[in-house]
């Protein structure tokens, strides 16, 4: 049988950072692909893209506790560390970095990034601190690792809004890349959390992609009035059966904030329970 090279496992970060430090001095393209493992096909595909633009590529595995509100599900998230080193493996990624918890918050630590103003709404308001934690870590990580593009996918929309924001307002000089969702043939953005849909929630779970689908359309079509197309993506969530909807809203592509006309590029986002599993969704609808 043919042996699966695995990426080198890192654990620490001065390692992981001479690697990378290394790397640019001989002149090879760094690209960082951050995740919280559970690899599924739409961190493969940030991994793809990765190796096609950089010639080192490194993926952070670490579930990261600081993003998590205490009665989020930080202790059932899954961990599947041997699965995703064959995984990265499979697509010959060069390193993996995988640090502990103590690794990345030592004793002691207490230095946090105040999130920028795309944070405030939607995810920020339902998720209070989230952000802070993602913009913690994240910065921690890029400054970790050199990184010349760092690749986020674009399901989570608000957060590539938050750490481009980020990214631009701290002079981080590493370029923030966002990828395409990733979704199975029925439409259903990929997440870590869909495993834990039944079927009958699987199709519940449907009307989020066919009501993003519906907004692209009216905008297609020639819609401009933004409340009227909200207004109809909630009842297609209401007629699925969907009873907790976080958020479902049109705004501003860039800074998030509310829209009523269609004058620059817009995003229609949404975040649902579906039985005990909170899915998020979103699409870009542009203004031509
Ligand atoms: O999107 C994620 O998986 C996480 O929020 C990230 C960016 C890896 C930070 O922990």
Redo the contacts with the bound molecule.
Sequence with gaps: MMEMKKPTLITSWYEIRAEAVQARKQNLKVGLV???GALHEG?LSLVRTARDYCDVTIA?I???PT?FGPHEDLNKYPRTLDDDLARLGALEVDFAYAPSKEELYPEGFSTFVEPPSVAKRFEGECRPGHFR??TT??LK?LNIIPAHIAF??QK?YQ?CRV?QSMAQDLNVPTLIQLCPTVRDPDGLALSSRNQYLSTAERTQALSISKSLDDAEGEVSRGQTDMRRIVDRMRNTLEAAGIEKIDYVDIADAQTLEPVAQLQNDAVALIAAHVGITRLIDNRILSHR
């Design positions: 951050p995740t919280m961190h952070t670490f579930v990261n993003q934690g993602v870590i994240v990580l986020f996918g989570d957060q750490i």
